[in-house]
């Protein structure tokens, strides 16, 4: 019996339970061990004011190593990119919409405007990445910190206290919500990119865990572990976690070149690469050093 450790929200639920049917279609049994973390409790910080990485992950990863659980399912992108001592990610997920959407009151909505919402829009969200990205297209935009679960959010749009607020599509689609009484817009991960591994989920057991190393193994999506490696090594390369306001995404076409955008403000202005190559080999680095010019 796999005991899968995990987030109590209905996001993080909906991805035990899919590691759970994953698990279960190759035969193996599974039970789900819900653990709060630091970021579920402290709900009156935005992230950039939070201290530390991984404020999302720790006590996971502390009950892996204590051995309460045999495997942690996190986003990948809440995923600090070093490991703590004897824990590795064994295997990652296929990958859903990696785009940002941005969420506006029918109130609010300005259609001759960039991003569809009215001049001097109240915006919510926590993600320096995010709010970075925002100034940059639309400096009228007033930014504001929000918190809580999705549906928490979507009520504090529905309320009034902002004008729109951001979400990540994967967590859109795969929680089948109903936005039919806003204004959705798609923002396309080339120009308003994503943050490092959006949309995929990971798997992360004990490095000497051999036989929940071997059932994970054939989970594993080798083709999307290759876009993702450059995505997470350019975020390792700049130090980052959650509070960098990076983006950047990967993607590999049909005859198998790489093909990354990125958009990171550094040293107070707004850097953007764009980058292909027939290889993935030190294409990070390239990335890296167009950033810091």
């Not at 949309?199 to 994970?216: C, H, K, M, P, S």
């Not at 390369?237 to 509070?243: A, V, Y």
């Amino acid at each position: 019996m796999i005991k899968i450790g995990t987030r109590g929200s209905k996001l993080a639920l909906w991805q035990a339970e899919f590691t759970r049917a994953e698990l279960a279609r190759i035969g193996v049994e599974s039970e789900l061990v819900i653990i709060k973390t630091r970021g579920d409790m402290i709900q009156h910080l935005g992230f950039d004011k939070m201290e530390g990485k991984g404020f999302f992950t720790k006590e996971i990863e502390d009950a892996l190593l204590r051995g309460e659980v045999d495997v942690a399912v996190h986003s990948m992108k809440d995923l600090p990119t070093q490991q703590p001592e004897g824990l590795v990610i064994t295997a990652v997920s296929y990958r859903e919409n990696p785009a940002d959407l941005l969420i506006i009151r029918k109130e609010s909505v300005d259609m001759g405007k960039v991003f569809r919402f009215k001049e001097g829009g109240i915006i919510g969200t926590s993600a320096a990445r995010r709010k970075a990205q925002l100034s940059d297209y639309r400096p009228d935009a007033i930014l504001k910190d929000i918190r809580g679960n999705v549906p928490t959010r979507l009520d504090k749009l529905r309320t009034g206290d902002f004008d729109a607020i951001f979400l990540a599509a994967a967590g859109v689609e795969r929680l089948e919500l109903d936005l039919s009484d806003f204004e959705v817009v798609t923002l396309h991960p080339s120009e308003f990119v994503p943050a490092p591994a959006q949309g995929v989920l990971a798997w992360q057991t004990n490095r000497d865990d051999v036989e929940t190393r071997r059932i994970f193994k054939k989970l594993h999506k080798t083709d999307v572990s290759s876009v993702t490696n450059v995505e997470r090594k350019v975020l390792q390369l700049l130090d980052g976690g959650c509070q960098l306001p990076l983006g950047v995404h990967c993607t590999r076409d049909a005859q198998g070149n790489y093909h990354v955008f990125a958009a990171c403000h550094h040293e107070g202005e707004m850097r953007r690469v764009r980058l292909s190559s027939s290889t993935n080999t030190g294409i990070a680095d390239k990335v890296v050093r167009e950033i810091k010019g």
